[in-house]
């Protein structure tokens, strides 16, 4: 069982940064692959990011070049460092832990894949 916990959404104005972070329980959470994801007003949860418990990222178009993924096993916390953020971002954001043995670019894109979630952290871009 994990239990995942995301922190460091809020408001902030286009153009702006913010790095959410989810932070893990449990002793085996460098062998799980993290995603996340996010759920704009009114539309369906869609991926952005992964890493693998190696350390290998994938990342939806719309992001590459402004978010980073990361992930520091000693603390069990995966990070998403958002940059020049736009009113299109403004979404609820999730993270999901996946069993590591099923991680690839495409089965990391997918919301069944994922075992583990934790509840969500707001972010809005707006001025």
Request: proline share 3%; charged share 15%.
């Amino acid at each position: 069982q994990v239990q995942l916990v995301e922190s460091g959404g809020g408001l902030v104005q286009p153009g702006g940064s913010l790095r959410l972070a989810c932070a893990g329980s449990g002793r085996t959470f460098s062998t799980y692959a993290m995603g996340w994801f996010r759920r704009a007003p009114g539309k369906e949860q869609v991926f952005v990011a992964t890493i693998s418990g190696g350390g290998s990222t994938y990342y939806t178009d719309s992001v590459k070049g402004r978010f980073t993924i990361s992930r520091d096993n000693a603390k069990n916390t995966v990070y998403l460092q958002m940059n020049s953020l736009k009113p299109e971002d403004t979404a609820v954001y999730y993270c999901a832990a996946m069993r590591g043995t099923r991680w690839g670019p495409i089965a990391a894109q997918r919301v069944y894949e994922y075992d583990y979630w934790g509840q969500g952290t707001q972010v809005t871009v707006s001025s």
